[in-house]
Nanobody, 121 residues
Framework: EVQLVESGGGSVQAGGALRLSCAAS?????MAWFRQAPGNEREGLAC???????NYADSVKGRFTISRDNAKNTVYLQMNNLKPEDTAMYYC??????????????????WGQGTQVTVSS
């Protein structure tokens, strides 16, 4: 079973940027980022395959960029122009399916523990 460890969360002011990282213990075909704010459903943000084909949710398209380094089994999420509504716990996930659209949590069986992102106004 793949182990996922996220890092890079923190507190930032609106308009700022953060870069999240997620290191996997083994190679996985598809990797994704999700977030969950208190009282909300877990939301799929972006996914990327081993061939670097990526898809994004409309809520983050143009502000967030997902990338991966296959040699390091690591996926990244560059988050720019952060807004207070981006405040949430951010999770990395791994799976075996193509990223045909924004990620769905049911397509990803492996999850990290999460890293908190807080954006203040």
């Amino acid at each position: 079973e793949v182990q996922l460890v996220e890092s890079g969360g923190g507190s930032v002011q609106a308009g700022g940027a953060l870069r999240l990282s997620c290191a996997a213990s083994i190679f996985t075909f598809s990797m994704a980022w999700f977030r969950q704010a208190p009282g909300n459903e877990r939301e799929g943000l972006a996914c990327i395959t081993a061939y670097t084909v990526a898809n994004y949710a409309d809520s983050v398209k143009g502000r967030f960029t997902i990338s991966r380094d296959n040699a390091k089994n690591t996926v990244y999420l560059q988050m720019n122009n952060l807004k207070p509504e981006d405040t949430a716990m951010y999770y990395c996930a791994a799976g075996t399916l193509w990223c045909a659209g924004p990620p769905r949590k049911t397509d990803f069986p492996s999850w990290g523990q999460g890293t908190q992102v807080t954006v203040s106004s």
